[in-house]
């Protein structure tokens, strides 16, 4: 999220009733780093847990939603007031003052432990020493592009060309303006990168050459050369060219496109660090707009970006293994990032679906044997899930195994 709570309240607002509210009462109060929406709870639930969390008080009042800081408003008792109620007035003082407080919330990640084991070429289990910490989360995006256009309240698309179209439960770019960064679909919010990050953005269909970014991460505007980890697409003869865009730079081996193939393109980040932001925390000494803490965080991010081409016509490339195209750490990443799903300069394609979650995923490395003294470097292994050991598709060949998973204490 990142974003301030009058600008999270008046996007629930705007996703409930759109233009039902009037919102010119809505101060920003103070900055939430998260903030989870629970589709099963009321509106005036979330608005009231927004206000809680910001040291704020919420009211709506006849279409009118107001959001202010505690102690910002004061309201007078007139007992002659013909509409005064004695019998509906009730006021209560606990007693603040406390010797021992005890706070008890859910459980969270403690500590990152690394466990190394030595693969022997017939072992296929390796146990780790610790268990890692599992939390569900629902997904952040889980797109199939079913209705007949974008969701407005997933997606923000900036289209002047009227290039982006829903068809066929695909999502249909065809052209754009030529210019870097004027016609893109985004996410509605900003992405968190703490923790591990999986972003899948295929299947993609190329029907013509093609100049754009796809799954960017963006730490600023949306445009190529603020693009911290992306897709780059660019033209050449009547196909394209992938390849990894890095920090607004081209880095990694290039994909050629073929007609008729498929193309499965997969993210996964693993933040070096425990929180993006630190927690705000507010009383009488730290209210709205002073709170403690909040500090932003900037820490090391694992970058894996892979392409898997698909040949419909060959059914031995389903199991092939994917192209890797990027595997390395990017220094002073931020916490929050924009996501967009397409930054299209004139492209031609079809997308069928978009997935994006945080997930409870060890960070598998290994270093393959290349003499009796001598390692190859470390590349990353994406596992499918998170248990107390590691299964390996097949005997694992002499290598170094690196396996780092965040777990309770």
Same mark, same amino acid.
């Given at each position: 999220?990142?974003?301030?709570?009058?600008?999270?309240?008046?996007?629930?607002?705007?996703?409930?009733?759109?233009?039902?509210?009037?919102?010119?009462?809505?101060?920003?109060?103070?900055?939430?780093?998260?903030?989870?929406?629970?589709?099963?709870?009321?509106?005036?639930?979330?608005?009231?847990?927004?206000?809680?969390?910001?040291?704020?008080?919420?009211?709506?009042?006849?279409?009118?939603?107001?959001?202010?800081?505690?102690?910002?408003?004061?309201?007078?008792?007139?007992?002659?007031?013909?509409?005064?109620?004695?019998?509906?007035?009730?006021?209560?003082?606990?007693?603040?003052?406390?010797?021992?407080?005890?706070?008890?919330?859910?459980?969270?990640?403690?500590?990152?432990?690394?466990?190394?084991?030595?693969?022997?070429?017939?072992?296929?289990?390796?146990?780790?020493?610790?268990?890692?910490?599992?939390?569900?989360?629902?997904?952040?995006?889980?797109?199939?592009?079913?209705?007949?256009?974008?969701?407005?309240?997933?997606?923000?698309?900036?289209?002047?060309?009227?290039?982006?179209?829903?068809?066929?439960?695909?999502?249909?770019?065809?052209?754009?303006?030529?210019?870097?960064?004027?016609?893109?679909?985004?996410?509605?919010?900003?992405?968190?990168?703490?923790?591990?990050?999986?972003?899948?953005?295929?299947?993609?269909?190329?029907?013509?050459?093609?100049?754009?970014?796809?799954?960017?991460?963006?730490?600023? &505007?949306?445009?190529?050369?603020?693009?911290?980890?992306?897709?780059?697409?660019?033209?050449?003869?009547?196909?394209?060219?992938?390849?990894?865009?890095?920090?607004?730079?081209?880095?990694?081996?290039?994909?050629? &496109?073929?007609?008729?193939?498929?193309?499965?393109?997969?993210?996964?980040?693993?933040?070096?660090?425990?929180?993006?932001?630190?927690?705000?925390?507010?009383?009488?000494?730290?209210?709205?707009?002073?709170?403690?803490?909040?500090?932003?965080?900037?820490?090391?991010?694992?970058?894996?970006?892979?392409?898997?081409?698909?040949?419909?016509?060959?059914?031995?490339?389903?199991?092939?293994?994917?192209?890797?195209?990027?595997?390395?750490?990017?220094?002073?990443?931020?916490?929050?990032?924009?996501?967009?799903?397409?930054?299209?300069?004139?492209?031609?394609?079809?997308?069928?679906?978009?997935?994006?979650?945080?997930?409870?995923?060890?960070?598998?490395?290994?270093?393959?044997?290349?003499?009796?003294?001598?390692?190859?470097?470390?590349?990353?292994?994406?596992?499918?899930?998170?248990?107390?050991?590691?299964?390996?598709?097949?005997?694992?060949?002499?290598?170094?195994?690196?396996?780092?998973?965040?777990?309770?204490?």
């Amino acid at each position: 999220m990142d974003r301030s709570a009058g600008d999270a309240l008046r996007q629930l607002a705007q996703d409930l009733l759109p233009g039902g509210f009037n919102t010119a009462g809505v101060q920003d109060v103070d900055t939430l780093a998260t903030y989870a929406v629970n589709p099963q709870k009321t509106f005036s639930f979330h608005a009231e847990e927004i206000a809680l969390a910001c040291r704020g008080s919420f009211r709506c009042m006849n279409g009118a939603l107001f959001l202010a800081p505690v102690g910002a408003a004061t309201y007078a008792l007139n007992e002659s007031d013909t509409n005064f109620s004695p019998a509906g007035l009730w006021l209560n003082s606990p007693n603040l003052l406390v010797n021992d407080v005890t706070i008890i919330g859910l459980e969270e990640p403690q500590a990152y432990v690394r466990d190394y084991f030595v693969g022997d070429g017939l072992s296929l289990t390796f146990y780790l020493s610790q268990k890692p910490f599992a939390q569900a989360k629902p997904a952040l995006i889980d797109e199939e592009f079913l209705g007949p256009g974008l969701d407005p309240t997933t997606w923000i698309v900036n289209d002047p060309s009227a290039a982006v179209s829903v068809a066929a439960q695909t999502l249909q770019i065809a052209g754009g303006t030529g210019v870097d960064g004027q016609t893109r679909v985004s996410f509605i919010e900003q992405i968190e990168l703490g923790g591990t990050l999986e972003l899948q953005h295929g299947d993609v269909s190329f029907t013509a050459a093609s100049q754009g970014v796809l799954g960017g991460l963006y730490a600023g &505007s949306i445009s190529s050369a603020g693009c911290l980890a992306g897709f780059q697409i660019a033209p050449s003869g009547a196909g394209s060219t992938i390849q990894a865009l890095i920090s607004g730079s081209l880095t990694g081996p290039v994909i050629n &496109s073929t007609p008729g193939h498929q193309y499965f393109f997969y993210d996964l980040s693993v933040f070096d660090g425990s929180l993006p932001r630190w927690g705000t925390y507010h009383s009488s000494v730290h209210p709205a707009g002073s709170g403690w803490g909040g500090a932003a965080v900037t820490a090391d991010v694992r970058f894996v970006l892979e392409v898997q081409d698909i040949d419909p016509s060959n059914p031995a490339t389903l199991v092939a293994p994917a192209t890797v195209l990027y595997d390395d750490v990017i220094t002073g990443a931020p916490g929050f990032c924009a996501y967009a799903l397409v930054n299209a300069a004139t492209m031609e394609c079809s997308i069928a679906y978009t997935y994006v979650a945080h997930i409870s995923l060890p960070e598998v490395r290994t270093a393959l044997q290349i003499s009796p003294t001598q390692y190859a470097p470390y590349v990353t292994q994406l596992v499918d899930r998170s248990r107390t050991e590691l299964h390996a598709r097949s005997p694992v060949r002499p290598r170094w195994i690196s396996i780092r998973n965040i777990c309770r204490r």
